[in-house]
């Protein structure tokens, strides 16, 4: 375990030293939750429960879309409420998790301080005025902070929490794969004999409905190569969380390195943009991309945006998404490249592709 772990567990503890019995505490994630937020949010209530012995409700704004952290709510019991649902006010404490003040992406109201925020990307500005934070870069998923709490604190994980906090390490590092540390396989390793394996595969391999391959399909006719980079739009969509599920699906072809996608949820264009050029820092360039326009951060391979435009004409967005996609190509130094459509106009396959006959197994 690294060597900061016993100073940033007082943290943890020095919070709980202030509450007071019955005292109510809120959790919040960011909005549209992953399974990283869900499952740390869901470890930080437990953590509450033993050391505060808190009146704890965990919330979250937008939607549970995608639909593998739906059945991961549904299947692992983890009892969240729509932010629409609490009264913020109500609540002598709240923490963040996974997400920080004053970044756009959660439904803490712009001028609340939380009293707690326990989070692994880079800390920002308004995070320094925070009484406890917990923020730690080295870590490739805020799930492992909080599994390394309850390891050092000696509290019992259930199967439930243990599955959640498996798959939030693995989804978040793609399978201990991207951006993961030592920390991140340590308590991998260490949650795996205690999950629910079978529950796991079912969250893993949740059905998706037709739409989901709509989607896809539009993704793939809209997408451009521009020398190692790949671009593409989806329009309105019904759920965010398909946004970086296509930049994650794009930047698995052959010779890419970089992968933006960019759509349309309500009144906000949302940004996803991905990475395997590790000398690059994707969270730095999103913020550069929507600085004076909206909110966005990440760290070095992943990061998203979202700007929003409430009354803005359909032609006005079309502009807005040409700008943010040759702003995002000038600065990953693309724009000179020529733009090559993934598939021809009727969907065939580019040239080069080599052609293969159907052979059929009986």
């Known amino acids: 375990m690294p060597d900061e772990t016993k100073s940033q567990e007082s943290v943890l503890q020095r919070f709980f030293d202030q509450f007071r019995q019955g005292e109510s505490f809120l959790i919040l994630t960011h909005d549209h939750p992953d399974p990283d937020s869900i499952s740390s949010a869901a470890a930080l209530r437990e953590i509450a429960s033993f050391i505060g012995q808190a009146s704890t409700t965990v919330a979250y704004g937008g939607i549970i879309g995608r639909t593998?952290?739906?059945?991961m709510v549904k299947y692992l019991?983890?009892?969240?409420?729509?932010?629409?649902r609490v009264r913020i006010e109500d609540y002598?404490?709240?923490a963040l998790v996974d997400t920080q003040p004053g970044t756009g992406n959660n439904s803490l109201p712009p001028r609340r301080i939380p009293d707690l925020v326990i989070d692994h990307h880079p800390m920002i500005a308004p995070t320094r005025k925070v009484p406890f934070a917990d923020v730690r870069e080295g870590y490739g998923a805020t799930a492992s902070i909080l599994a390394e709490y309850l390891f050092k604190l000696g509290i019992q994980i259930d199967r439930n929490l243990a599955t959640a906090l498996l798959y939030g390490i693995k989804s978040e590092t793609q399978d201990l794969g991207r951006e993961a540390y030592q920390i991140d396989t340590e308590c991998y390793m260490?949650?795996?004999p205690l999950a629910n394996k079978k529950l796991l595969g079912k969250i893993v391999n949740s059905r998706v409905p037709q739409s989901y391959y709509s989607w896809i399909q539009d993704a793939i006719e809209n997408a451009q190569i521009v020398g190692n980079a790949l671009v593409t739009r989806l329009g309105e969509v019904d759920t965010p969380d398909i946004i970086p599920e296509v930049a994650d699906l794009m930047l698995r072809m052959q010779g890419m390195v970089w992968a933006f996608c960019v759509g349309q949820y309500k009144d906000a264009v949302v940004l996803s943009m991905r990475t395997t050029n590790i000398r690059k820092n994707a969270g730095s360039l999103m913020k550069r991309l929507v600085?004076?326009?909206?909110?966005?951060?990440?760290?070095?391979?992943?990061?998203g945006g979202k700007i929003d435009v409430p009354g803005l004409e359909p032609?006005?967005?079309?502009?807005?998404?040409?700008e943010l996609e040759e702003n995002f190509l000038r600065m990953i130094h693309r724009d000179d490249r020529p733009r090559v459509p993934l598939v021809g106009e009727d969907g065939e396959r580019r040239k080069g592709s080599k052609t293969r006959s159907l052979v059929l197994v009986r």
Do not use: C, V, Y
Not at 68 to 71: G, K, W
Not at 77 to 84: G, K, V
């Open 68 to 71: 593998e952290n739906a059945h």
């Open 77 to 84: 019991r983890m009892n969240l409420r729509p932010i629409d």
């Open 92 to 94: 002598n404490h709240i």
């Open 190 to 192: 260490k949650l795996f």
């Open 291 to 303: 600085r004076g326009k909206g909110s966005g951060g990440g760290h070095g391979l992943i990061a």
């Open 315 to 322: 032609w006005q967005i079309h502009d807005l998404e040409n």
